[in-house]
């Protein structure tokens, strides 16, 4: 199941945008992926859920956008401000 394998690259690919520490504060993470992509759209989301739904993210949302191509890649993280002390 390669889908996991991609999963866990898009997992990496958040710890690189943002940072370890500030990987909690992912509320979601945009995906496309293409039809022509060779990955399963509902088995990636599967995957991506399962992952983000732990440490040390805590339940950030897969957003995956089903194109034609073959388009893999993450569009976007939604990262949610940290600043309550004002």
């Given at each position: ?50 992952l983000l739904a732990s440490a040390p993210f805590r339940g950030a949302r897969a957003a995956l956008d089903l194109t ?19």
């Open positions: 199941m390669h889908e996991m394998s991609v999963a866990l690259e898009v997992c990496r690919i958040a710890e690189d945008q943002v940072g370890l520490a500030a990987l909690p504060n992912v509320r979601e993470v945009g995906v496309i992926v293409g039809r022509d992509s060779g990955v399963e759209p509902e088995s990636l989301r599967f995957c991506l859920e399962t034609p191509g073959d388009d893999l890649r993450v569009s976007y993280l939604e990262i949610e401000d940290d600043d309550s002390a004002n």
